[in-house]
């Protein structure tokens, strides 16, 4: 089955600065890729997808970018303010009505 | 429109006692997966219903856990005889009908405490 691995566990920048959060997933079928921001005590809640038929999305301050060949994905957080505090899951599915296998959470902490 | 609601938020039991979890989707999905997360944890897959039929349960315990979606109401996730090892928080995500997407949407998720 699907694995997915999540680095770092903690990452901690200065305001302003940029995150970079990396992930690797096993199954070469899988050919959807979601991040999700979890607020302590809430639900994730979906900030960003990508397909397998794209390398790179940009919304505002967010980008992903996806790499098939290595299974690599990334997530970049540019000009961070303190409202991006909170843990970043990355996840794979094959689409289509399949579960979405996480990763196991990166907690971001954005320093004054 | 209403996102996905899951109820209660807060479940406490004892060893031995029963928990259901309760959750709605969001208006016009019929499709709803259960997540368990542990304490500094991912999420990890449990169960995916459609209305009326279990789709996939690899993420199901075998045994004192299940799931059902009804033709009317919301799904239920119950723990029978629970242990301390079941306190968890149980989050519910849906999707839209024959979505090409996958896109899931979460509910605020029920956090369980077995004593």
């Known amino acids: 089955g699907e694995n997915v691995e999540q680095h770092p566990s903690t990452l901690s920048v200065q305001e302003g600065d940029s995150a970079v959060i990396k992930c690797t997933y096993s199954d070469s079928a899988s050919n959807y890729f979601p991040w999700y921001k979890q607020e302590l005590g809430k639900g994730p809640q979906l900030i960003i997808d990508i397909r397998s038929n794209v390398g790179e999305k940009k919304d505002q301050r967010i980008a992903v970018t996806l790499n098939k060949t290595a299974k690599h994905f990334s997530l970049h957080i540019t000009e961070t303010q303190p409202e991006d505090s909170a843990v970043y899951f990355c996840a794979a599915s094959r689409g289509r009505d399949d579960k979405i296998i996480f990763g196991k959470g990166t907690r971001l902490h954005i320093l004054p | 429109n209403a996102g996905v609601m899951q109820n209660p938020r807060h479940l406490v039991r004892r060893r031995g006692q029963e928990a259901r979890l309760r959750c709605s989707p969001m208006?016009?999905?019929?499709?709803v997966y259960w997540y368990r997360q542990l304490p500094e944890e991912g999420l990890k897959f449990m169960v995916y219903?459609?209305?009326?039929?279990?789709?996939?349960e690899s993420g199901m315990p075998k045994e004192r856990f299940s799931a059902e979606f009804p033709k009317e109401g919301p799904s239920i996730l119950r723990i029978q005889q629970v242990v301390r090892g079941d306190s968890a928080a149980y989050f519910c995500a849906s999707s839209l009908t024959s979505t090409r997407n996958n896109e899931q949407f979460f509910g605020p998720g029920t956090r369980l405490t077995v004593l």
């Open positions: 219903l459609q209305k009326e039929n279990i789709i996939d």
């Open positions: 208006k016009g999905h019929s499709h």
